[in-house]
């Protein structure tokens, strides 16, 4: 059986809680876009856990978890939440795609330059770049997870 979760506002809708109430019968999960300015938090037998990168099936051995390629993949925030998970014993089955697109520094500093621009009718930007992000993305102006990984062979 196949089940989907899907956010229609954009927000804080208790998608990664769902996700986590069928992950432990899900073999694959995918999260196919957004990036780490928002997250969802996970308590578990193995304590409490922040996650803003990782889908929420990181915490089942059985379970892939696929970061697609509409997500703005913050390569730093990736690694510091997959060390963290490390560091507290949970091993994550983690599969990148190619085609994921990367947040680039200048995604976070066009994010800011934006809300000091406009003052007090800012929008209260986290300033992770995730705006910036998808409007240069949508020129096709972006760096691809596969620009980076190793190929095999």
Known sequence: ??????????????????TD????ESDIIVRF???????????????KFALK????????????????NGVALNIPALMKELKELEDRGVKPKIVV???????????KLFDELEETRLADAKFGSTKSGIAPFYSINSQKLDFKWQNYSMKNG
């Open 1 to 18: 059986m196949i089940k989907a979760i899907v956010g229609a506002n954009w927000g804080d809708e208790g998608k990664g809680k769902l």
């Open 21 to 24: 109430v069928f992950a432990n």
């Open 33 to 47: 876009q957004g990036g780490n300015n928002a997250g969802h938090t996970i308590i578990n037998d193995q304590g």
């Open 53 to 68: 990168m990782l889908p929420s099936g990181v915490f089942y051995e059985h379970t892939t978890n696929v970061i697609g």
């Open 97 to 107: 795609s190619d085609r994921a697109q990367i947040v680039m520094s200048y995604h």
